[in-house]
Structure formats: C-alpha cells, structure tokens
C-alpha cells in the first residue's frame, strides 16, 4: 500500500505524466460460483484518447495470464488513460468479451496532466460451462409491420412473421390482439399479446456475453397463456406519455407453444423457445431475438453459436466473434 501511495504522489506531480503501472487482480468462478483454474485471461490495453497532442497515439498491448487452483490471475500493465479490455477463454467454458473496463483516469487541462485515482483494480469474472449447445431457429423482430385497427393478428415464432394473408408464418403461435387503437396527435395502444396453444413466463437476462438465459425449459414452470400491454404518446405533453409492455431490454420469456393434448388435458407435444426483450406493439411490432427449438418435446435452450465451433470441441484457442 505505501508503494502504491508513493507512486500515486508522483504521477500527479509530475508534469506531463501520461501513463502509469496498474495492477489488475482477476478471479474466475463459474455459474454456481466455483473457482475455474487454467482460465486464459488476455488483458488488452487501448489506444490513448487522453495524450495533448490528438494526433499521438499510444500502441495496444496484450498481456496473456492463467487462473491458478483458485480461479485467480493478475496482470500488471502501463496503462495510459485507464481504460482496458479483456478477453476470457477456457476450454469446456463460453468465452467473456469484457469491453472497456476503466481505472477512472482523468485528463486534467490545465496541470497538463493525467491523473489516475487508484492503481488496483479487482475484475471478477463469470463463466458458463458448455453443455449441451444446439441448433435453435433464430429470428429478429426488428420492426414488422403492425396493422393499426383493432383485432387479432397471428404471428409464427418460427418464421418470424404474420401469418397468411399477412405475411409468410403459417403456425399461429401468438395473437397480438389489438383492443383499442388511435393514431393522430395521441397516440394510443391497449391490448393484450396471447399465445393460443401454450404459453411463456418470464425471466431475467443473464450477464454473459453469449449465452444469456437458462440452459432448458422448465416444464414445471407456469406457462402464463396473456400478457398485456397498452402504450400512450401525447406529442404536445410528453409527460404524460407512458409505455406499458411486457418484456424489457434485460428480459426473456421461455415459452411453450404448438401444443398437442390427450383428451384429458395431459401434454403430448409441443416446441419451446424464448423471446429476447425489448417487446414493443404499435405500428410495429418488436421484439430483439426469438430462438425457437424446432423438435418437439425438446427443452434445450442452449443455442450452438456457429462462430463458436472451437469451443465446442475443447479449443484453446482465443476466438472473438462479430462485434
């Protein structure tokens, strides 16, 4: 502690100081929270945003460390602006794509100078183990068209579309069912989204980069078969505009639709899935992502990510996919 104080006093009292050495302590645990030994932790410095002169910059560099027995590593680097990023990766484990970590260094104008407030750093990680990964069908909602009048209009998960005459879907796995509509200088949605032969329930994302929900569908869970939603945008008073819908950007539903039952109401089929948020109705309907399990009776929600085909076979290597 008194070395780092030292070395504190001296940066900010040095006239252009622009850098200085940091010390970055990590610790790897895995979902249920168990050290993960043998982890490649990549720590990657920036380029300088921060130096006078604009046109100066300072090169990347790359520090490569493992985890040792008790999921720890430390990486200690001259770090010119604070900021820094790391790239995690371990066989049998998703890889962590951490952007822009930052040790909160700030450019004082008139001392000429780079100031850090601290230069330790502690950086816990979680990882999730690869178990079971398959093809899901993939569609992004990105703004199909809504029908501004009020009625029942059928949507396929699978297809990402309305169904006929709508659209290309043919399995009406949701209705979104418009029961009050105006569009002038008041903008004004209420209705409810329904799912006709199954249902969803709600869960909260999971902070990973690459997989974010569970890993199967709990079929046990109640499946709700509604959900409301109601939106209203007054263009003269914006304050009293609100926006009611059911999933948000750091919400999913799981859910079960395509149902096939006895004649005593006991399940025999149906396909399962889950619907990235952010949910929104009005002249468009939006939702980020929907995966959807084409095989029957099958809960897996674990998504194969083709860029990550190394990792499902126990890779070492450091992959990074699309940005």
Same mark, same amino acid.
């Given at each position: 502690? !008194?070395?780092?104080t030292?070395l504190?006093?001296?940066?900010i009292?040095?006239?252009?100081?622009?850098?200085?050495?940091?010390?970055?302590?990590?610790?790897?645990?895995?979902?249920?929270?168990?050290?993960?030994s043998?982890v490649?932790v990549?720590?990657?410095?920036?380029?300088?945003?921060l130096?006078?002169? *604009?046109?100066?910059?300072i090169?990347?560099?790359?520090?490569?460390?493992?985890?040792? /027995?008790?999921? /720890?590593?430390?990486?200690?680097?001259?770090c &010119? &602006? +604070?900021?820094?990023d790391?790239?995690?990766?371990a066989? =049998?484990y998703?890889?962590?794509d951490?952007r822009?970590?930052?040790f909160?260094?700030?450019?004082?104008?008139?001392?000429?100078?780079?100031?850090?407030?601290?230069?330790?750093?502690?950086?816990?990680?979680?990882i999730?183990?690869?178990?079971n990964?398959?093809?899901? @069908?993939?569609?992004? +909602?990105?703004?199909?068209?809504?029908p501004?009048?009020i #009625?029942?209009?059928?949507?396929?998960?699978e297809? #990402?579309?309305w169904?006929?005459p709508? #659209?290309?879907?043919?399995?009406?796995?949701?209705?979104v069912?418009?029961?009050?509509?105006?569009?002038?200088?008041i !903008? $004004?949605?209420? +209705?409810k989204?329904v799912f006709?032969r199954? =249902?969803?329930?709600?869960? @909260?994302?999971?902070?990973?980069?690459?997989?974010?929900?569970?890993?199967?569908a709990?079929?046990?869970?109640?499946? &709700?078969?509604?959900?409301? $939603?109601?939106? %209203?945008?007054?263009?003269?008073?914006?304050? @009293?505009?609100?926006?009611?819908?059911?999933?948000e950007?750091?919400? %999913?539903?799981? $859910?079960r639709v395509?149902?096939?039952?006895?004649?005593? =109401?006991?399940?025999?089929?149906?396909?399962?899935? !889950?619907?990235?948020?952010?949910i929104?109705?009005f002249?468009?309907? &939006?939702?980020?992502?929907?995966?959807?399990?084409?095989?029957?009776n099958?809960?897996n929600?674990e998504?194969?990510?083709? *860029?990550?085909?190394? %990792?499902?076979?126990?890779?070492?290597?450091?992959?990074?996919?699309p940005?």
């Amino acid at each position: 502690m !008194k070395f780092s104080t030292a070395l504190f006093v001296a940066l900010i009292c040095v006239q252009n100081a622009r850098a200085a050495w940091v010390k970055v302590d990590y610790e790897v645990k895995d979902e249920d929270g168990m050290p993960v030994s043998n982890v490649v932790v990549e720590t990657r410095t920036q380029r300088d945003y921060l130096v006078i002169s *604009w046109t100066q910059t300072i090169k990347q560099d790359s520090y490569i460390s493992k985890t040792d /027995k008790d999921g /720890k590593t430390s990486c200690r680097f001259r770090c &010119h &602006h +604070g900021d820094f990023d790391v790239i995690v990766s371990a066989p =049998g484990y998703y890889p962590e794509d951490l952007r822009s970590l930052s040790f909160g260094a700030n450019y004082d104008i008139k001392l000429d100078k780079v100031i850090f407030p601290r230069l330790e750093k502690k950086v816990p990680i979680r990882i999730r183990k690869i178990r079971n990964p398959v093809a899901l @069908k993939l569609t992004k +909602g990105w703004y199909v068209k809504c029908p501004l009048e009020i #009625g029942e209009y059928a949507f396929d998960l699978e297809a #990402g579309a309305w169904v006929s005459p709508r #659209g290309k879907g043919k399995e009406a796995d949701l209705l979104v069912c418009v029961e009050a509509v105006t569009n002038d200088s008041i !903008k $004004f949605m209420r +209705g409810k989204i329904v799912f006709p032969r199954g =249902g969803a329930y709600r869960e @909260k994302l999971i902070q990973s980069r690459y997989f974010r929900s569970v890993y199967n569908a709990d079929t046990g869970a109640v499946y &709700h078969a509604s959900f409301p $939603f109601e939106v %209203y945008d007054d263009t003269r008073h914006r304050d @009293k505009s609100y926006c009611h819908m059911p999933l948000e950007n750091d919400d %999913y539903w799981v $859910f079960r639709v395509r149902e096939v039952k006895d004649a005593k =109401g006991n399940l025999l089929s149906a396909n399962y899935g !889950k619907i990235y948020g952010l949910i929104r109705v009005f002249d468009h309907f &939006h939702y980020n992502k929907c995966y959807f399990n084409t095989t029957p009776n099958d809960t897996n929600l674990e998504e194969k990510i083709p *860029w990550l085909q190394s %990792y499902y076979t126990n890779s070492t290597d450091t992959v990074l996919g699309p940005k």
